[in-house]
Every structure is written in structure tokens, then in C-alpha cells.
């Protein structure tokens, strides 16, 4: 991640998150045909990026002014799509819902895989453990909601049955509007655990064995150097795995869909969630552009503030 | 494995708790064991329910072996059992035609795979090893798609789509992700940079043009990292929801994770066929489980490379 942006051209705005201290390409030999081939090989991916990313976003932030039923061409009509959000109280519930989502996904989805990882990394380098805790990121969104939902259910979910027999309580999960939204983040943790565990173990492989040997010279607790030395020393990927897990949180989508729909009562409308059903359910594709451009300016200031913390005293390994 | 009073420092090892190994040795492994229970118990619950007969299962939910074991579950998923057949067991009746939905999954997710994955390594290629005006600023532009949420993008390009009279089919499905995928240029681009110069020199010595470079040296050196980015791009495309979900409103494309979905809704709120879902849910989720024995130790790596690179 660090690397994304390998150059001057970048600017302090650049788009991309990362920042400039990168490699840039070896300089080529050079070579008379260098310039046409490159356009020749590059066209297929510009054409992609044009057609359907450049375009299509252009066209969305065009809607968000339009009042356009898919059906009607798009009428212009300037910033009342904005000014509904604004006064749109649901908007504003289901980005309650989404950041309280966000932020129970990210919490317990980083602390968790941290210490999965740091434990992994101490006791065993199996392939075969880190295969086995990565096996919910390989199966679909659809998949993992539906099995869930099953084991969750109120009357027959083996996980109700078992909180029942030990507490003698009764929990709904999803069909409660109190637990609707943490049984959603207790699934997505379950599924992006594995695949954050995997990318911090790889951090972890990255820190010189040295740095422990004189951290634990001058004396250092296991907990002083797990504070002093780990976790700084993994910031770059620590702050990777935030930015994934709160961009990915901010658009969940599948599991929403297919176990609460948003339910009960809107208790579980993530924005994601709302933009469709605008979209697709009401078919204002205007309204709905004007949500999903709120959540891309959203998310751009999120990451940026994210990249911006984190720089702040960045120490990496050099 | 060392035992825990081996002196020697394992490299692994670094970090241990070498002064007191005991305790806190098992409490991590208490702490492995109970995530890799949490995380592979719902696969086994899967496979549990789906050779359950529906009807017996209020009888025993707690019980850890099947409920009155029966392969019906895997006839009515893959629509092999007759109506009344699927009733008695407490099917819905809905039917769910799994052949022609697993061969839409792997039309999609094999063509996009194919087609992403060529398009980003000539791309890589020119970004990485050719010089030329612009570049840099291309890429940056190229780059900035991985900060843009798909659900801005994903609406006008339903709109697109539906203008050239392309929904409910592979085209709709497949043409948008199919020529451009950000971080696929940037992670073969990345590996590219990296690969030493002196081959390319040795080869346009002999009067090898760059096409052939291209062809004939750089593609072979990055046959691992195309294996990898094709694996993790198969995996991705063929868990895709939203978009089929947008476009697919008939059988005729319409992948199997998004069949799911729907069997789902068409199985009665009240008294759903858990059995025959979890057997849907197996087969949805067979080809990625088959995927991960075949190649499990280079989808481990290659996530912790996306990270480190």
C-alpha cells in the first residue's frame, strides 16, 4: 500500500491512498516503438476505465441533479436531490446504522485478527491453520449469510439453542432490532477474520527478529514490546487493514440483503442497503446517485483522515 | 514442532514468552483453537443439515450428526427430486435448476477471469517496462478507480447496459469488469518493476522486438503472480452479488450465488427448507472449497503478498 503512488507526478492531492516514496521503473532501454505499443497494450485497460468506471462515474455525480425514473430520460433539477437528503431523516438513520456497523466491524475485526495473527505467528507457521482460518473469505457473501441465518435462527439455529441451554435466554439476533445490526458485524468479522489474520502474520514475518532481541535486552515486557515495538512497526499494514475493513464495512451489501433486508423496522438499513431500494425498489436512480456520490465523498474524507492519523509519527522499518 | 522448554530460539519464535512458556503457550493455543472451531464449525453445520431430513430437524436442532439422515436435501438442490418427493421431506417445491446455474458461474467467472487478467498484465507491462510520455500520469489516473465505491458506478452502468439491450445475459454480466481492473494493473506492475533487466537486454541484443519481450520473457517470469491475481479474481467474480444481482433477472445468466439468493426468498418464511438451502449452500460453496485444496498454499501467500508488496 505504501507503494501505490510511485511518483512526483502524484501531488499532494493525488488520488490514490499511499504516498511517494516508491521505486519508479527501471529505466528502460529505450526503444524507438516503446510509445506505440505501450498505447497499443494499454488501450483494452483505458477503454475499460473509460467505459465503465470514468464514464459511468461522471454520469452518476450528473444524476445526483436529475430527477430520473429509469424510465423518463433525466430532468435537471439542480440541488433538490441534496437538499431531500439533507431533510431525509432515513438517510440520516442509515448512516447511523452503517457507521455503528463500520465501527463495530473495524474494532472487533482488527483487534481480533491482530491477535490471531500475533498468536499464529508464535505458535505455529502451519499453512495448513492459516488455510483453515481463511476458509470464510473464499465462500461468497450469500453463502456465509445463509449459514449464519440458519445457526442464528430463533427457533432452530444450533446457536440459540446452545445460548438458551447455558443462559435460559432467548436472544432473536436478527429478528431483534437491538441485535440486528452486531449479529451483522459478528458475521462479517467471521468472514474477513482469516483474511486479515493472514495479511498481518505476513507483517509480522516482516520485522527483523533483532528488534526483539534488544527491546528484551533493555528489558522490555512482553506487553511493553507488543505495544512499543509490534504494533508500531506493523502500523503500515495495521493501517491497511483498517482502511480495507472500513471502506469494505461502509458498502456491505450481500449479507444485509439476504438475511435482514434492512429489518426489523429499517434497524438494519446500511446506506448500501437503502441506495438499492431507492434504486431498484423505487426506481429514483436520481435520489439513489445522490446517495452514492454522499457515500463516496463520504468515504474519500474517511480514508484520507485515516491516511492523514497515520502518517502522523509513521515509523517504518528502514 | 519444538517443545515448549527447547531453549533453542526458534526465528519463528520470536517474541515468545521464553520466560514463563507455560501458561500463556496454552492460553494462545486455547485462543487458536477456539477461532479455528468458530471458523470451520459452520461448514460442518452446512453439511450436518443438508443430509437432515427438513421435517425431523425441530425434533433434535441440537443434535450433532444429521437428523435422520437422507441425500433428499442434495436431490431437491439439484432438482433431481419430483414435487411430492421434495414435500414429503419438507421441501418448498421451488426448485432450484443447479446445472445451468453452476454453468452460468463458471462462464462468468471463467471469461472475466481470462479477459481482467490479460488486459491488466499488457497493461502492467507497458506501465512497468516501457517508457513513454505520460506514463506516470496514466497510471495515477488509471489508479484512482480503487478509491471510488462500485455502487457509484454501478447504477450508471445498469442504466448502460439496459440502453444497449444487454441485461439478462453473459454480455451485461461479464463486459464491465472484463477489460479494467485497478488493482489487478497495479499488483502484476508492481511484480513487473521488480524483474531484473539484463534477460530484456540479452533478448533485444538478438533483435527480439518488444512484443516479444512481452511474450516470450516478461509473461513466463510472471506466470506465479498471474496465477495468483486469476485465482483471487476466479474467487472474486464468481462470489460477485450486486451487479448479477442488477442484471440478472432471468435464468439465463444468472450465476449460482445469486440463485441462492433467490431460492431463499422463494422457501416460505415460516417453515424454510434449512436442509435443502444448506444443500444449495454446499454446491455454491464446493467449487471455491475445491479451489482451496487445489491451491491452498499459494492463496495463502499470495494474500500476504498483496499486503506486503
Redesign the interface.
Known sequence: ?A????????GPG????GRRRG?????????R???R???L??T??????LV??A???A??VY?SFTSFH?LVPARWVGLANWDELLHDGVFWHSLGVTVYFVALSVVFGVL?SL??AV???????S?????????????????TA???Q??L?P????VS??IE?VTGLHPLFFGDGAWAVPSLAAVSV?KS???NA??????L???P?TV?EA?RLDGAS?MQ??RR??VPLLRP?LV?VVVLTV?GS??V??IV??TTQGGPANASLVL?MY?YRK??GELD?GY??TM??A??VL??AV?YAQMRLARAGESDLS | MTSATTPLPRPAAIAGRRRRPAPGRVLAWAYLVVVLAVTVFPFYWILRTALSNNLQLPSSPSSLLPVDFTWGAFERALGLASRAQAQAQGGSGASLDTPLYLRNSIIYATVQTVLVVSCSAAAAYAFARLRWRGRDAVFNVLLSALMVPTILTLLPNFVFIRDVHQLNGFTGLILPGAFFSAFNVFFLRQFMLGLSRETEEAAIMDGAGRLRIFFRITLPMSAAPIATLSLLTFINTWNEYFWPLLVSNNDHARPLTLALGVFKQSSPQAAPDWAGLMAATLIAALPMLALFMAFGRRIVDSIGFTGIK
Open positions: 500500500m507503494q501505490i503512488v510511485n511518483d512526483r507526478q502524484a493525488g488520488a490514490a491512498p521505486r519508479s521503473a527501471p529505466p528502460a532501454v529505450h526503444h516503438g516503446d510509445a505499443l505501450a498505447w497494450l494499454i483494452p485497460a483505458v477503454a475499460g476505465f465503465f468506471f464514464y459511468p462515474a454520469r452518476g444524476y429509469i481480533l491477535l490471531t498468536v499464529m505467528h508464535r505458535l505455529t507457521r499453512t495448513v491453520v492459516r488455510g483453515l482460518i481463511l476458509l470464510p473469505f473464499l465462500i461468497s457473501g450469500v453463502v445463509l449459514v449464519w440458519w445457526m435462527d427457533q432452530l439455529g444450533i439453542q446452545v441451554k467471521w477474520l482469516g483474511y493472514v495479511l498481518i502474520f505476513a507483517g514475518g516482516t520485522i527478529p526483539y527491546g512482553e514490546m507488543f515495538l509490534t499494514i491497511m471502506v461502509f458498502q451489501f450481500d440483503q439476504v448500501q441506495i434504486g431498484f436512480f439513489a446517485s452514492s456520490l457515500l463516496f468515504l474519500v480514508t
